[in-house]
T-cell receptor
Framework: GAGVSQSPSNKVTEKGKDVELRCDPI?????LYWYRQSLGQGLEFLIY????????KSGLPSDRFSAERTGGSVSTLTIQRTQQEDSAVYLC????????????FGSGTRLTVV | TQLLEQSPQFLSIQEGENLTVYCNSS?????LQWYRQEPGEGPVLLVT?????EVKKLKRLTFQFGDARKDSSLHITAAQPGDTGLYLC???????????FGSGTRLLVRP
């Protein structure tokens, strides 16, 4: 597609439930990143995928968080047993190869845990 | 501790005024980027600077990368209400690929 697509745009879930967030990167972009943004703040790195290489998971805050990227394209971020502190906007970005020249971000998924 | 410190955190100015936003670090970056984010949207790339001392201009916006590649500034001339938003600097450390973000500067331009 023309841009990075994320779904759902909004998700409200009960504490303790699992959620899945989806990201469709720009076609041909081999690098994919997930970031988390708390209200009005900067972005916190979560995980990075590059082609078929092992992902860099160093930013995942706990073992309740996991992510997959199937076929080098679509990615799913899963949060198990959600907690209220997981509430944030989850942003996905993609770029050509690994890029110091700018990422294209999706509009994000706003997750609210009640 | 933030690797990239942005200042000010919040800026409210009148239309037509000039402003500068700063992004500072003790680390050296191979490149540094500036993004602008509006409510409900993802950040949008404004510019990338890669050479120490580099200056780039984008209409009323001037971006500068420090000589030592540790800091950057964004200067807006004659600000307009349409410039309102969250401005984020982000850098790639030497020998890395991860984009590290500053905490952002929220700009409000009053008509």
């Amino acid at each position: 597609g023309a841009g990075v697509s994320q779904s759902p745009s909004n998700k409200v879930t009960e504490k303790g439930k699992d959620v899945e967030l989806r990201c469709d990167p720009i076609s041909g972009h081999t690098a994919l990143y997930w970031y988390r943004q708390s209200l009005g703040q900067g972005l916190e790195f979560l995980i990075y995928f590059q082609g078929n290489s092992a992902p860099d998971k160093s930013g995942l805050p706990s073992d309740r968080f996991s992510a997959e990227r199937t076929g080098g394209s679509v990615s799913t971020l899963t949060i198990q047993r959600t907690q209220q502190e997981d509430s944030a906007v989850y942003l996905c970005a993609s770029s050509l190869v690994r890029s110091g020249y700018g990422y294209t971000f999706g509009s994000g998924t706003r997750l609210t845990v009640v | 501790t933030q690797l990239l410190e942005q200042s000010p955190q919040f800026l409210s100015i009148q239309e037509g005024e000039n402003l500068t936003v700063y992004c500072n670090s003790s680390s050296v970056f191979s490149s540094l980027q500036w993004y602008r984010q509006e409510p409900g949207e993802g950040p949008v790339l404004l510019v990338t600077v890669v050479t120490g001392g580099e200056v780039k201009k984008l209409k009323r916006l001037t971006f500068q990368f420090g000589d030592a590649r540790k800091d950057s500034s964004l200067h807006i001339t004659a600000a307009q209400p349409g410039d309102t938003g969250l401005y984020l600097c982000a850098g790639v450390l030497d020998s890395s690929y991860k984009l590290i973000f500053g905490s952002g500067t929220r700009l409000l331009v009053r008509p």
